[in-house]
């Protein structure tokens, strides 16, 4: 297929809408069968344009059956490898084992009249990792005193020479004239001139534990503790067959692992936590033979899962080490920068009517306050810094999920003559309630020969509270992305003859676009959009009026009124001027002028498929097939998360060249025009045409050949292109 994948569990479609992958992988011990389809199926075959792939789980038989297995690999049998054998470091652990049982029969005596039967399979997925070494350039002792005398740089060479922005001149090791030489020592900051939360930052993380080396450009080291995982998942499968024409059967599955806090890359630093790993996969089957001509079938099935900072796909536990933060260091106030300001002080206020909230009040982290977030900003260093220390930002530097989707197959087949007619109904909804967004800051220290207070290094700058940028969004962003599929089809199987059958039908989509239900997104029309109206954006200009500019005299201008922007502001060239237009100008709200889905697709959806075959020679010797199709595609909801970081809901700040300290007072304050994340406002189906055609013979000594042509054309699927090229 050309599209997206279905996955489907007895039927059942068993996917996380998020990505369009299976919700969970299932124990192969537990599967009786794969049906696998590939390209310009049915009609019956419905929601993707891929593969469609369905797994029966194995069912209770009139006689008891079991069965023992373990599979296992141990990283004792491994060799360790050569780079870990060059830097002296000590094999990694990875051993992995899969063994389970199962057990199925009769709720009965065996081989009696019976008409209930169960299977039973529990498979689980021990997982010991560890002994990854890992490396970082943390502050010195003497820097966390605001001392670079003794500071290496990222090639692991001396770097004294640490600038004093109120000093004009150069620093450097050819002239030392505007350096910081406190008592006479070149790189000693005073104390006087020091900001607090910035040593609380370099204190932030352990001390340095290996020797100050010349060429080394790292002095900490930490080795993954050995830690023991464990996944397990358990399937239990009833079926019940009152009369020799109806049989019912409920499942279930789920994949559990214990939310144990997990060690972090620096044990105790930024060790973590998640809520919940469980993936739960419900689903029932019904059939009813009404006469010898007429059957019923029916399938239902649903998952819910949610998870904080990883994915979780089952099959195995999760070494997950971005969750909610279990350690001191992942609270802003207990690390001793809590009076960082924020450039906007209620972006960490989560709201209690959202997933997120809940989520949080019930886990005991330290990065929650019981009414907002106190997680630390995420801080960068510089090219200066090499092997930079690891942040504690968890799930605020990706996502909090939840997800919970059901569906139901009705098929209805009549047998006529030559004729095999199906029809039936199928119906997808999924609500998923995702959270993103940079909303505990993003501060970089990093040197930049741009900015006026700049030290030329990163560990420095923050000592004295210097930052080059500091950006951050103005609202936590979730949305509860709402998915609904209504779909029907009808089709024929017709043996026209003996040597010639017709595979005929159509299937018929109507496809709610993806979107958020909270009502917090927007979309952007082009055709609505006001020149007039249009906020200005600052130009370039050349302090000295001479052309061609050089960089260092690059200034921004506003064009409105042709002033031009004091000192280092050629980063403000692009950025919008304050005070003109509408930054919302094109924009609307989600069900304010446009549809409360954000935008449209065709109401219904029609999609024709024929194949057919032909046995040329009547013997089954040489027989030739081919197919045709049209097929639609459910987009995954990835697609539309950051529309809920639109304005006029959300905005993402950037503050320049300033102190912390002093952030009012900062240099260069710039808002970008918004990114956004927006649909063609009229959207068609994604859609796949495909055919095939093929043939198939028979050879001497009992051989076959099989030559098969496939092709697809892929049409109106979502794609990101840039309005402004």
Same mark, same amino acid.
């Given at each position: ?213 010349? /060429? ?97 796909? /089952? ?101 006529? /003559? ?85 595979? #005929? ?95 449209? #697709? ?91 055609? /093929? ?31």
């Amino acid at each position: 297929g050309g599209g997206d994948n279905n996955f489907m569990i007895d039927g059942a479609t068993a996917m996380d809408p998020g990505v369009n992958r299976p919700a969970t992988r299932v124990s192969v011990e537990a599967v009786s069968e794969v049906r696998l389809v590939t390209s310009t199926y049915q009609a019956e075959f419905g929601r993707s344009s891929g593969l469609q792939v369905n797994a029966v789980t194995k069912s209770g038989t009139n006689q008891f059956r079991g069965s023992l297995y373990d599979v296992e690999r141990n990283s004792k049998w491994n060799k360790n490898s050569k780079t870990n054998i060059l830097n002296g470091d000590p094999k990694a652990f990875q051993d992995q084992r899969d063994w389970g049982l199962a057990l199925g029969g009769p709720v009965g005596k065996a081989g009696g009249s019976n008409k209930l039967f169960f299977y039973f399979n529990l498979e689980m997925n021990p997982r010991t990792e560890g002994n990854t070494v890992n490396r970082y350039r943390v502050p010195t002792a003497l820097e966390r005193q605001g001392d670079f005398s003794q500071s290496r740089d990222n090639n692991g060479n001396l770097y004294p020479y640490i600038k004093d922005p109120l000093v004009a001149g150069t620093c450097s090791a050819s002239n030392q004239s505007a350096c910081f030489q406190d008592g006479g020592v070149l790189g000693r900051i005073p104390q006087n001139r020091l900001y607090q939360s910035g040593m609380n930052i370099l204190k932030w993380w352990p001390d340095a534990n290996l020797p100050d080396v010349a /060429g080394q450009a790292y002095n900490f080291q930490s080795t993954d503790p050995e830690t023991k995982l464990l996944g397990y998942q358990p399937i239990f499968r009833l079926d019940y067959q009152p009369t020799s024409s109806i049989r019912a059967s409920a499942r279930f599955l789920q994949y559990m692992q214990p939310n144990d806090a997990i060690s972090g890359t620096i044990p105790g630093f930024n060790d973590s936590q998640m809520d919940n790993y469980g993936i739960f996969v419900p689903g029932a089957t019904f059939n009813w033979t009404l006469n010898p001509t007429m059957f019923l079938e029916a399938s239902y099935g649903s998952n819910f899962r949610h998870q904080e900072g990883c994915s979780i796909a /089952g099959g195995e536990p999760n070494y997950c080490r971005s969750a909610l933060s279990v350690s001191p260091a992942g609270n802003r106030f207990l690390s001793g920068f809590g009076d960082i300001p924020y450039l906007f002080p209620d972006a960490t206020v989560i709201s209690p009517d959202t997933w997120s909230y809940e989520v949080l009040n019930r886990v005991d982290t330290t990065m929650w306050d019981g009414t907002r977030v106190v997680a630390p900003p995420q801080f960068s260093w510089g090219n200066r810094v090499a092997n930079a220390p690891p942040n504690n930002i968890g799930p605020f530097g990706s996502f909090i999920l939840d997800n919970r989707s059901h569906n139901l197959n009705l098929t209805l087949t009549k047998v006529r /003559g030559q004729h095999t007619l199906k029809t039936g109904y199928y119906y997808f909804v999924s609500y998923q309630r995702r959270g993103q967004g940079n909303i505990t800051g993003n501060i970089s220290f990093a040197n930049d020969t741009n900015n006026p207070l700049d030290t030329s290094f990163g560990y420095a700058n923050a000592a004295l509270g210097v930052f080059s940028t500091y950006s951050q969004l103005s609202r936590w962003g979730e949305g509860a992305y709402l998915a609904v599929n209504h779909e029907a089809f009808i089709q024929d199987n017709w043996r026209v003859s003996s040597r010639f059958t017709l595979d #005929y039908g159509v299937r018929f989509v109507n496809q709610k676009p993806q979107y958020d239900d909270y009502g917090l997104n927007s979309n952007f029309l082009p055709e609505r959009w006001d020149a007039g109206s249009a906020p200005a954006l600052y130009v370039a200009g050349c302090s000295t009026g001479v052309s061609p500019c050089s960089a260092g005299n690059r200034r921004a201008v506003n064009p409105v009124t042709g002033q031009m922007l004091a000192g280092n502001s050629a980063l403000a060239i692009g950025t919008l001027v304050p005070g003109t237009g509408s930054s919302t100008n094109g924009v609307f709200a989600a069900g304010e002028g446009i549809a409360e889905s954000n935008y449209l #697709y065709p109401a219904i959806g029609v999609a024709p498929r024929v194949g057919a075959a032909l046995d040329v020679k009547g013997d089954q010797s040489f027989i030739v097939r081919g197919g045709a199709g049209l097929f639609f595609d459910r987009p995954p909801s990835q697609n539309i998360y950051n529309t809920v970081n639109n304005p006029p809901f959300s905005r993402n700040v950037t503050v320049r060249y300033g102190q912390l300290q002093n952030i009012a007072g900062s240099g260069l304050t710039t808002e970008a025009a918004p990114a956004l994340t927006v649909w063609q406002y009229d959207q068609p189906l994604p859609a796949s045409a495909q055919w095939n055609i /093929g043939v198939q013979a028979t050879l001497p000594f009992s051989t076959a050949i099989d030559v098969s042509y496939t092709g697809e054309h892929s049409y109106d699927t979502p794609t990101a292109s840039n309005l402004n090229s």
